[in-house]
Nanobody, 124 residues
């Protein structure tokens, strides 16, 4: 599967932004999908995951209540809606895909397939 994130940009603190990830070359609906981010000088951070049917989602405490992951299997696309953005949300956001059982704690270590990221900058 090939993944391409898009939709990043500059957002004022407290604002909202939705980033998207389009998938190709694979059966998108068979993959659990996730979003990760990496800020300069920091390690990659797991942000959200959604099961292959979209029936289950998972968020780390750092973004729970502010970020929402969703997917449209007909469009081979996964989304990350980010609300109440903070400057510390500034990072390159990556989407990723993984097959197999839905086991969210496993995704803290990453997923099998990665796309190119999109920059999100939360302004002061």
């Amino acid at each position: 599967v090939q993944l391409q994130a898009s939709g990043g940009g500059l957002v004022q603190a407290g604002g909202s932004l939705r980033v998207s990830c389009a998938a190709s070359r694979g059966t998108f609906s068979s993959y659990n999908m996730g979003w990760f981010r990496q800020a300069p000088g920091k390690e990659r951070e797991f942000v959200a995951a959604i099961s292959w049917r979209g029936s289950s989602t998972y968020y780390p405490d750092s973004v729970k209540g502010r970020f929402t992951i969703s997917r449209d299997n007909a469009k081979n696309t996964v989304y990350l809606q980010m609300n109440s953005l903070k400057p510390e949300d500034t990072a390159v956001y990556y989407c990723a895909a993984d097959r197999g059982l839905w086991v969210p704690p496993r995704y803290y270590d990453g997923m099998a397939y990665w796309g190119k990221g999109t920059q999100v900058t939360g302004l002061q």
